[in-house]
């Protein structure tokens, strides 16, 4: 996570043009991916190397290539892991049938599921054991979609992705119902398809606030903000992160010119940069810091940079480390 080297067209000082780059607040890290993060450095130092991780620890290369160096060792599967090293557990979340394997084979293991995620498996569960057949708003196939479907029995939860679903789709019987979403969506990518389940189905809760994760939510008030008088906005993080590929759309629904996905430093096409003459820069939950300071350097080498904090969201949420690394 180096800063990277700006381009061999690099103008003199003399000849750089201005331009104004806005930092939004918060960006990066989440106190869920910083969780997960020290989980795995953690349980490396407590029981040396090699740790086993299943799946992705978060959403992004930079991250997880830090981590093998250090000895992590990124599976897709338990049959994958050794009966004899910790394992760790994305911070997406897992299928029950997940640590129910570990158990059975006496695994060592450590869950870094996002708090959040765990309160939504929670009320999952409440919602089944009280005759509630649920309906999940979120993205097939992404991890935690696949853990939250994984807590309840098959045909417990129905997926909707869009608002073609929501209108598609049939209540089981007669069996009340409830709903839960993927984190890393926010009020704004449900509305829709909460209004059209509201109108078919009135007995449904309006959405409450401490529903959403508040890092997403916080991330995405704070690229709205970025995106007006912004010409272009870069978000650092990458093609498989849901926050943030969501916080490019919301940028773009803002109002930003244009708005652009970089996994770093290098992956900026400087032709993006002709006649604009403000940049705002934000990061998703799963980037860190030394990336987004390293788009700073790469504009600053480029250009006669105004650097300016966006005010926003301050956060102090923090999560406990698993008993059995501070033990």
Known sequence: MDALAPSPVTPPPELRRPLTVRMATPRGFCAGVDRAIQIVERAIEKFGAPVYVRHEIVHNKHVVDRLKGLGAVFVKDLDECPDDRPVVFSAHGVPKSVPATARARELMFLDATCPLVSKVHVEAERHHANGRHIILIGHAGHPEVVGTLGQLPDGAISLIETVEDAEAFQRPGDLPLAYATQTTLSLDDTSEILRVLKRRFPELPDPHKEDICYATTNRQEAVKQLAVGSDLV??????????????????????????????????????????????????????????????????????????????????????????????
Do not use: M
């Open 234 to 327: 870069l978000v650092v993080g990458s093609k498989n992160s849901s926050n943030s590929v969501r916080l490019v759309e919301v940028a773009l629904r803002a109002g930003a010119g244009d708005a652009r996905l970089i996994d770093d430093a290098s992956h900026i096409d400087w032709d993006w940069l002709e006649g604009v003459s403000t940049v705002g820069v934000t990061a998703g939950a799963s980037a860190p810091e030394p990336l987004v300071q390293a788009v700073v350097q790469a504009l600053q080498h480029r250009f006669d940079v105004t650097l300016a904090d966006d005010p926003g969201q301050r956060e102090t949420v923090t999560f406990k480390l698993p008993r059995a690394l501070t033990a």
